[in-house]
């Protein structure tokens, strides 16, 4: 079976060959094309979980700010706590720190993906909560360093409340 074939029809068994390929140092016989396009795939993939995770850590803070001193203030939730919002800050921050722990590289791209993601935080917490856009915040309030933090939790938004 061809190279094209073998990507095509068994991927697994592709990467199983190139891997042996590699190992014997037959770089001649390796398919440059496919592997080129899979590691840049990887990279992308790997950003994309990235961006994912920004995106719910970004609308579970904002919740935090600006949903729970709403839901404080009706009598039924006087004690709520947010302590569901808190699990997913804190799982979010794990798994975030562990990709820029794994992969260095990523995180001089952090700033650019909040950019990025942050639209997409907005209306997650738009759909969860059901306010109106206008109570968040045109851009992330939050900067990399307070995304990471592990207590960071932001204030309510005074003006907006």
Partial sequence: MNLKMEYEQDFQQW???HITLLKAG???????ENLIEELEDMGK???WELESRLIVLIAHLLKWQIQLPIMRTQMMYENYDGRSWRKTIIEQRSRIAYSLENMPSLKPKMQGSIIKVYPKAVAFA?????????YFPSKCPYSI???????????????KL
Wanted: zero cysteines.
């Fill in 126 to 134: 738009v759909k969860e909560t059901k306010l109106s856009q206008t």
């Fill in 45 to 47: 993939s790997n950003l």
């Fill in 15 to 17: 990467i199983e060959h």
């Fill in 145 to 159: 360093e307070q995304l990471l933090n592990d207590d960071f939790y932001p204030k309510n938004l005074k003006n």
């Fill in 26 to 32: 037959r770089f001649n016989e390796i398919d440059a």
